[in-house]
T-cell receptor
Framework: AQTVTQSQPEMSVQEAETVTLSCTYD???????LFWYKQPPSRQMILVIR??????QNATENRFSVNFQKAAKSFSLKISDSQLGDAAMYFC???????????????FGEGTQLTVNP | DSGVTQTPKHLITATGQRVTLRCSPR?????VYWYQQSLDQGLQFLIQ???????AKGNILERFSAQQFPDLHSELNLSSLELGDSALYFC????????????????FGPGTRLTVL
């Protein structure tokens, strides 16, 4: 079974600075997808960014980018120019590309609580 | 707004009772997923339906059941409730079974907060 680990329960960053959240995963599959979801105090789960394992290029969405190291099974999220609205719990998630055996379930890490200081 | 709706937002009930949580997926999405978020277990996948049929099962208790109706809305039934069932229950939807790669992003509803007293 796949596992996702976020080793940083809490992180903090100053407004306008850059922060990196870590995520590692364990899988024997070669085809899979990785995601970062954000959960603000409203508890809504919001997709931040998605990475396909077969793509070597790191995904980028505005101020959010990832560092995907497939061999190391590492998938970190970098937030540039941090804003107060970025304060939230961030979850790393894995989805198998082999839908026939496991459907499309997401396996989540434990989450990292990000605080943005003004 | 993800386009996924869940009702009710909050539910307070007693141990031993039965409740039904409802989810309407985004327009056009055929897959519905249920997740449970609790303090001790984190975010866990419960079950997936695709176009009315069960697609995958996760850590779903036998006291829990779900179904997806012809209009694609889904219901999660929780029975013989225990204190430990108190959690935030999310529904998510996606366009396909997962075979379509990048199109299969899951979008989450706002969740139903269940409190069992």
């Amino acid at each position: 079974a796949q596992t996702v680990t976020q080793s940083q329960p809490e992180m903090s960053v100053q407004e306008a600075e850059t922060v990196t959240l870590s995520c590692t995963y364990d899988t024997s599959e070669s085809d899979y997808y990785l995601f970062w979801y954000k959960q603000p105090p409203s508890r809504q789960m919001i997709l931040v960014i998605r990475q396909e394992a077969y793509k070597q290029q790191n995904a980028t969405e505005n101020r959010f980018s990832v560092n995907f190291q497939k061999a190391a099974k590492s998938f970190s999220l970098k937030i540039s120019d941090s804003q107060l609205g970025d304060a939230a719990m961030y979850f790393c998630a894995y989805r198998s590309g082999v839908a026939e055996t496991s459907g499309s379930r997401l396996t989540f890490g434990e989450g990292t609580q990000l605080t943005v200081n003004p | 707004d993800s386009g996924v709706t869940q009702t009710p937002k909050h539910l307070i009930t007693a141990t031993g009772q039965r409740v039904t949580l409802r989810c309407s997926p985004r327009s056009g999405d055929l897959s519905v997923y249920w997740y449970q978020q609790s303090l001790d277990q984190g975010l866990q996948f419960l079950i997936q339906y695709y176009n009315g049929e069960e697609r995958a099962k996760g850590n779903i208790l036998e006291r829990f059941s779900a179904q997806q109706f012809p209009d694609l809305h889904s219901e999660l039934n929780l029975s013989s409730l225990e204190l430990g069932d108190s959690a935030l229950y999310f529904c998510a939807s996606s366009a396909s079974t997962g075979l379509a790669g990048g199109r299969d992003t899951q979008y989450f509803g706002p969740g139903t907060r269940l409190t069992v007293l």
